[in-house]
């Protein structure tokens, strides 16, 4: 396992991995985890995605790449491989800086008592137009889930296969887009967990080998950067162009 800094405020609290670029394990709120962890637990990067994907609140997609593998870039990109320098925190809040190659990351991480509040900002500090798509995939235990989409789209047959409502049926992962929806909410027993972002997408990806729900606001596709860039909707930076992206995971007990 890894070190890990703990932030909390009241009934909620989330561990932080600055090795992982202050990424997101595990979350609890009034003593009751909600956050899906996987069996192989938060430990250093090992070599690949599969290897290291240890779930949690919140793990990052980018900054080169989402998805599949694509122009020469990994699944799901580089960022959770790569450490946070300047790191500083106390008992609420963390902040830090991840490299990747010329795409620089300020992360700003605020726990209140009912929320945790991610603020990204994405410099380019290269000499040349970079693209930069990003993902927030965060993995949730779950009994319910809703969106205010105006339509879900299925990504493949096996998507089309099953609800994007229910766990079911046995088989392999299912991802679906939740065109146009501003967010999510996902029920867990008394739980309630609300998720909003900035960022203009919403994809939902349910594995039930594992029983995991994804909610993974993003500014670019899921099928790598080959496939946005040939679509004409692959995010790029120009150098020194900055961009400001914002996540919230907030919290309540329902009533």
């Known amino acids: 396992m890894i070190e890990t800094l703990t932030l909390s405020h009241g009934d909620l609290s989330v561990d932080v991995l600055p090795t992982r670029g202050l990424d997101l394990a595990t979350a609890r709120f009034a003593g009751t985890r909600f956050s899906w962890e996987s069996k192989l637990g938060h430990v250093p990067w090992r070599g690949d995605d599969l290897d290291s994907f240890g779930g949690g609140l919140m793990f990052t997609c980018g900054l080169g790449n989402v998805g599949v593998p694509s122009e020469g870039q990994p699944q799901h990109g580089r960022y959770t491989s790569l450490p946070a320098h300047d790191v500083d925190a106390d008992f609420s809040s963390a902040r830090g800086c991840v490299v990747d190659g010329a795409l620089e990351l300020t992360r700003e991480i605020a726990v209140s008592e009912s929320a945790v509040r991610v603020t990204d900002v994405v410099r380019n500090t290269g000499d040349e137009p970079e693209a930069a798509p990003l993902l927030y995939h965060v993995n949730l235990l779950w009994d319910t889930v809703t969106t205010d989409a105006a339509e879900v789209v299925p990504r493949d047959d096996d998507a089309r296969a099953g609800d994007w409502r229910e766990l079911g049926p046995p088989g392999p992962e299912r991802v679906y887009e939740h065109v146009g929806a501003s ?54 930076l120009a150098p020194g162009e900055a961009r400001t992206s914002t996540l919230e995971i907030s919290v309540t007990a329902a009533k």
């Open 183 to 236: 967010g999510a909410t996902v029920g867990y027993g008394s739980i309630h967990v609300g998720i909003e972002s900035n960022l203009p997408r919403l994809w939902q990806w349910i594995d039930p080998r594992l029983g995991v729900i994804g909610i993974e606001p993003a500014n670019c596709s899921v099928l790598g950067r080959a496939h946005d860039r040939a679509d004409g909707r692959l995010p790029v």
